[in-house]
């Protein structure tokens, strides 16, 4: 199977060294250099603009499986199978945990000191402040 991954993010990067690793035929490409594949994985922010989505599915084959956020933007461009993996509980809610983690290790690079006893406000409580009030909590 050979997977196209069409993201500037370095999370879809590193998915890319990783699915690599694995033994997978993937690459990361931008819209205007994706070449025929089995299926097209975009960003669940769907960083693209109309113009480049056209450019990218100009090309595609209808039997492409895509993987994406933001599914109805996409099918604006292609008329193909599309999977919105942002609709997904379970991918929500470890994306909500690895943004929390990541919010720590900010923290920790501003302050320079332990958040051990510290207060911290969060404005917000959907998945993303949940999981870092629990991560907060302990320590």
């Known amino acids: 199977m050979k997977i196209n991954i069409v993201s500037s993010d370095k999370r879809y990067i590193r998915l890319n060294e990783l699915m690599k690793n694995d033994g997978y035929n993937s690459k990361v ?3 205007n250099d994706c070449d025929k594949c089995d299926c097209i994985v975009l ?5 693209f603009d109309d113009d480049e989505l ?3 599915f100009s090309n595609t084959e209808p039997d492409t499986l895509v993987l994406c956020g933001n599914k109805s933007r996409v099918e604006n461009h292609f008329l193909g199978r599309v999977v919105d993996y942002s609709n997904n509980e379970y991918f929500l809610q470890k994306n909500a945990d690895l943004t929390a983690e990541a919010t720590i290790s900010y923290l920790h690079s501003l302050t320079k000191e332990s ?3 510290k207060s911290v406000f969060i404005s917000g409580y959907g998945r ?4 870092l009030c629990k991560l907060l909590k302990s320590l």
């Open 43 to 47: 960003s669940v922010r769907n960083e």
């Open 128 to 131: 993303i402040g949940k999981s």
């Open 29 to 31: 490409c931008t819209p």
């Open 115 to 117: 958040l051990n006893g």
């Open 54 to 56: 056209s450019e990218l």
